[in-house]
């Protein structure tokens, strides 16, 4: 049988991170652009933030800590956004790698905003791969609507993270 690795998927998604990291330092404008402007996330900067905001509240409650209700970064400010995303991504690799395959498949009762789903731990960490690769695929497409081109090719298909 084939199988993604949570580390593929976190290596995917840390070169997308270095690719928007580094197109947003060369069009720092576009962390302005309305994406949602009657919505949740108005611009690029309040849906990035939303991204990693969520996986830390998720690595929160994975390790059974009181969930941060926000990250604390300043609008619009992309270098302390991402500072704060490899923080994140840091601690998360951590707890991956001290997760045993038997606790991974453990389903438990998480608390989140809509209410209390059940899960496993391997579950909740590839659901915030993905969670964050649809949500760059947004920015992507606002980028495109503003009349830019976004970083680089996005797919799968053309990371160097998986063989």
Request: hydrophobic share 40%.
């Amino acid at each position: 049988m084939l199988t993604l690795t949570l580390d593929e998927l976190l290596a995917y998604t840390d070169e997308e991170r270095g690719k928007w990291r580094t197109w947003l330092e060369e069009h720092p404008a576009a962390l302005g652009l309305r994406l949602q402007p009657d919505g949740r996330f108005a611009t690029v900067a309040d849906l990035i933030d939303h991204i990693f905001l969520v996986e830390a509240r998720h690595l929160a409650r994975l390790r059974g800590e009181p969930v941060p209700d926000a990250s604390g970064v300043a609008p619009g400010d992309a270098v302390a956004l991402f500072a704060y995303a490899g923080r994140t991504r840091d601690a998360l690799r951590t707890y991956g790698t001290k997760l045993g395959d038997d606790e991974s498949q453990l389903p438990r009762t998480f608390t989140v905003q809509s209410g209390t789903v059940r899960m496993t731990p391997r579950k909740l960490l590839f659901h915030i791969c993905l969670h964050e690769v649809r949500h760059w695929a947004q920015i992507a497409l606002g980028i495109r609507q503003a009349g830019l081109d976004p970083p680089g090719n996005h797919d799968l298909f053309y990371s160097s993270a998986i063989d």
